[in-house]
């Protein structure tokens, strides 16, 4: 009997089963929280914003708990609620652009879920934030020279995510995520056993 030949994924089938969260770095502006909700929805799990738990928790914006008590005390807040959306039951989680930067942070990532960084340059990065008061570490003089800044300090360790996806300026948000679930599906122990491609 002929082999079977491969069927293109049916989009009435279940979603591919998490076993491991799925965890979004990288820029602000790389469009970890638009991804984040379209991966969610395709993959049939919660989307949780660990910069939204902070200001629930703190009834206070990120700019506000910068300006009041310090990027110190922000960094904190954000390593507990990272810790325990990772204790939770597999989501997609989207992070803060500073979150990976802390080495406890990317242990409790590698030992909970898969990191996966969304990787944009400088210019669309800029495009998407040039026109939002909402980035505190941005309110200097010259942002988009801080952005760069930030960038190329940043980078070498975004670099050290499991999973990285290049952002394209041209890409909708759907395809994006369809993108960042193809790289998944060849990424050992995401999906649950049985699961071969991206059929959501």
């Known amino acids: 009997m002929a082999p079977t030949p491969p069927q293109a994924p049916d989009p009435r089938r279940a979603p591919p089963a998490l076993a491991r969260s799925v965890v979004l770095v990288g820029m602000m502006g790389a469009g970890k929280t638009a991804v984040g909700t379209q991966l969610a929805r395709k993959l049939g799990v919660a989307f949780l914003d660990s910069d939204e738990e902070i200001v629930r928790a703190a009834n206070r914006s990120v700019a506000e708990i910068f300006a009041r008590d310090g990027e110190g005390f922000f ?6 609620v990272l810790a325990r959306l990772l204790a939770g039951p597999p989501a997609v989680i989207s992070t ?3 979150a990976f930067l802390a080495e406890a942070n990317r242990k409790a990532i590698a030992a909970e879920g898969v990191s996966v960084w969304l990787k944009a340059d400088l210019d669309l990065l ?9 980035r505190p570490l941005l309110r200097t003089a010259d942002p988009k020279a801080t952005l760069a800044a930030l960038l ?8 050290l995510a499991q999973v990285a996806v290049d952002a394209e300026p041209d ?3 759907e395809g994006m995520a369809d993108k960042v679930i193809a790289a998944l599906a060849v990424t ?6 049985g699961h071969k491609g991206a059929g959501a």
Do not use: D, M, N
């Open 188 to 193: 050992p122990g995401i999906f649950s056993a």
């Open 152 to 159: 190329e300090a940043r980078a070498p360790v975004y670099a």
């Open 171 to 173: 890409l909708s948000i």
């Open 126 to 134: 800029w495009s998407r934030v040039r026109h939002k008061t909402t």
């Open 75 to 80: 960094r904190a807040r954000e390593s507990e």
């Open 96 to 98: 803060g652009g500073g």
